[in-house]
C-alpha cells in the first residue's frame, strides 16, 4: 500500500489487518481485496487460488497485491483469510489452512450458505484459530475479479453467523473488517440464516433458472424489460449455484414446496375462474413489492 | 399541435391520422397519445375514460389534446380508436364505439392477449370499420398518464394480430402507425401470440408474484438486488394482471403446467442429490439468458 491520497478520504488512519489472505478471486474476492486495499482494511492483500489466469487478472485489476497458489504458505503470513470459493470447498479449504495459522489469526468467509460449512469446521480447529461466517448480500451475475469493485459492499448487508463458542473479539473484528468496507452487519443463527436466504435469494434463483429455462428460442424476440428482470440473476454461473443449492438443500426443498403450493393456489383459482382468488394472489406478491419499495 | 419545431425531427411531413382517440388513458394510453402528438402520427389526439381525474392528468401530461367520456362522440370523429384499457374490456368498448364510426376507421388495441378479443369483435362490426389487433411489447410496473412517456415504443416490438378477413390495408396502416412512434411491427395468429406471451411475461409475472408473495416482512432486510429484480414484475397492478390471466387461461394453465414440471424435476434432483441433473437444469437457463443478452 502506498501513502495515504486524497482520493481516498476514508481510509481509516491505521490499518486493520496487516496481512489479507482472499482464497479465491472472483467477483466477490477480487472486490473485497480491492475495496480493503483502497480503504486501508488492509495493510497487504495475498490473493490466492489455483489457477494463475484468475489471480493475474485479480493482481491486474489492483484487487492484490501478491499472488499464491500455496494456501498453507498464505494462511501463515495472513492475520485475516477471508475464504470466497464456491461454497462447498470452504470448509475444506478452512481446514486445510488453520493448521498452518499463527495463533490470533481469523478465519472468515463470504459463502451464501452458513450452517454446513460451520458443522464442518466446528471443533476442528487449531487453539487460537477463530472461524467467524459471514455472508454479504451483495453480486452480480458478472463473474470474475475483472470485474471487481470496490463499492461492491457499500450499503450492503454482511450477515455474521458466529458459532455459540466464537469468542466476542473475533465476532467483533470480523464485523469491523466489512464495515470498513462500507457494509452493515448483523448477526444471526446460521439455520435462521440459511432458512432465510432459500426464500430471499436461493428460491428466486431456482425459479427465475426455471421460467428462462423454458423459452424457446424462437421466442427470444418476444421478450419484453419484465422476462429479462425476472430471469437476470439465472444469468449466474450454473456450477457456483449448484453448489449453494446442494449446500442448502433442506431449506431449499422447503422454499421449492412453498412455492409449488402457492403455484397450485394460482393454477386452482385461474382454472376455477375464482378472480377473487387469483386477484387476492397477485396482491399479496404486490404487497411485498411495495414494502421493498418504500411504500409501506 | 403546433408548427414543426427542431426539437422533433422525427415528425413527418404530413399526419398519419387526422383524429386519434385513445381509449383509457393510463401509461400504455397516455404514452402514445404523448408520441402521436410529438411525432405527428396523429393530428389531434382525444382521450376517453370514465374518469375526469385520470383524463385531466392526460391532458397536463401532455398526452391528449381533448378529453371526452362519451366513447360513441369520440368514435364518431376518430380515424383510428386505440383502445387501451384492461383486456377484459377490450372488446366490449370496441362493439359500443363501432356503430358509431364513420365507414373507413380503423379501430386496434394494445391489450395484452388477444385470442378473445378478436373472437368477441369477429363479425359484429358495422360495414368499413375495421379491427386490427395490436399488442406493444413495453411497459412498466409504473400506472398512469403521469408516466407517459413519448420514447416508451422506440425500438420495441408491437405484434399484430389480424383476422384471416382483416384486409391489407387497414393491417399496413395501423403497423405504419406503431412505427411512427417508433416501434417495430410483425404479424401473429392471436393464438400464435396468445401462447407465446404466456411463456414470455404471463408466466414470469405469476411467478415473480408467487415468489414475492412468500417473503414475510421480517426478510425484508435479507432481500438483495437478485430478489428484486426478480420481483420487479410483482409491483404492476393486481387487477390489470388478473384480467390478463383471466383472459388468457388456457395458454397461462398450459404454462403453468410446464413451470411445475420442470420445478418439480429441480426437486427430485436436488432431494436424489443428482448434482449434475441440478447444474444441466441451471445450465438450460444459463443459456437463455446468454442468448438474451446477445451472447449467442
Request: aromatic content about 4%.
Amino acid at each position: 500500500m502506498g501513502t495515504v491520497t486524497p482520493a481516498n478520504p476514508t481510509r481509516p488512519a491505521a490499518v486493520l489487518f496487516p496481512t489479507l489472505a482472499v482464497v479465491g478471486v472472483g467477483l466477490i474476492g477480487g472486490s473485497a481485496g480491492l475495496a480493503a486495499r483502497r480503504r486501508g482494511a488492509a495493510g497487504r492483500v495475498i490473493g490466492v487460488g489455483r489457477h494463475g489466469e484468475a489471480l493475474e487478472q485479480a493482481r491486474a485489476r489492483g484487487a492484490v497485491d501478491d499472488v499464491c497458489t500455496d494456501l498453507r504458505a498464505a494462511a501463515a503470513a495472513a492475520d485475516l483469510v477471508l475464504f470466497c470459493t464456491p461454497v462447498d470447498r470452504i470448509a475444506a479449504l478452512a481446514l486445510e489452512a488453520a493448521p498452518a495459522c499463527r495463533p490470533g489469526t481469523l478465519l472468515t468467509d463470504a459463502g451464501s450458505t452458513k450452517a454446513g460449512i460451520l458443522a464442518a469446521v466446528r471443533g476442528r480447529l487449531p487453539a487460537g484459530v477463530a472461524f467467524v461466517g459471514g455472508h454479504p448480500l451483495a453480486g452480480s451475475e458478472r463473474q470474475g475479479a475483472g470485474h471487481a469493485d470496490a463499492g461492491l459492499f457499500e450499503g450492503r448487508l454482511v450477515v455474521l453467523t458466529p458459532d455459540p463458542d466464537t469468542n466476542d473479539n473475533a465476532l467483533s473484528q470480523v464485523a469491523t473488517f466489512w464495515q470498513a468496507l462500507g457494509a452493515r452487519t448483523i448477526v444471526l443463527g446460521a439455520e435462521e440464516h440459511d432458512r432465510a436466504v432459500a426464500l430471499t435469494s436461493h428460491l428466486p434463483h431456482l425459479a427465475a433458472a426455471a421460467v428462462a429455462g423454458l423459452l424457446p428460442p424462437e421466442l427470444d424476440g418476444l421478450t419484453a424489460a419484465g422476462f429479462r428482470d425476472m430471469t437476470r440473476v439465472a444469468a449466474g454461473d450454473p456450477e457456483l449455484w449448484e453448489a449453494i443449492f446442494h449446500e442448502n438443500r433442506g431449506p431449499v426443498l422447503g422454499a421449492l414446496d412453498r412455492l409449488a403450493g402457492r403455484l397450485d393456489a394460482f393454477r386452482a383459482a385461474l382454472a376455477a375462474g375464482d378472480r377473487a382468488a387469483v386477484c387476492g394472489l397477485l396482491a399479496e406478491g404486490h404487497a411485498a413489492r411495495h414494502r421493498l419499495d418504500g411504500g409501506a
